[in-house]
């Protein structure tokens, strides 16, 4: 079982910066590849960013590439997802989500564990 807690999310406006953390605990990290998704309201759950086990590849969503990165700590346990350039489009609650094995997947169904989310929202 794994465990994992976002945090980061608030208010901000459009064009500033956000970083989000997920802090998971449970089991060997670093065998999992993690992601994170969002929702807004009335959508769908949508593929953000995710990271292998070993940190050495990395994918995104078209929506947000070249303005998100996604990184991880395995000494720490942690995924971040630092937000720059942030849109209204941009506003959902985000999702971490940990997937067994450290091979990436842009499909939600892939992952087994996830946090309860945090809330973005970006004011134009």
């Known amino acids: 079982q794994v465990q994992l807690v976002e945090s980061g999310g608030g208010l901000v406006q459009a064009g500033g910066s956000l970083r989000l953390s997920c802090a998971a605990s449970g089991r060997i990290f670093s065998n999992y590849a993690m992601g994170w998704f969002r929702q807004a309201p009335g959508k769908e759950r949508e593929f953000v960013a995710a990271?292998?086990?070993?940190?050495?590849?990395?994918t995104y969503g078209d929506a947000v590439k070249g303005r998100f990165t996604i990184s991880r700590d395995n000494a720490k346990n942690t995924v971040d997802l630092q937000m720059n350039s942030v849109k209204p489009a941009d506003t959902a609650v985000y999702y971490c989500a940990a997937k067994p094995s450290g091979l990436v997947t842009t499909r939600s169904a892939g992952y087994d564990y996830w946090g309860q989310g945090t809330q973005v929202t970006v004011s134009s």
């Open positions: 990271i292998s086990g070993s940190g050495g590849y990395t």
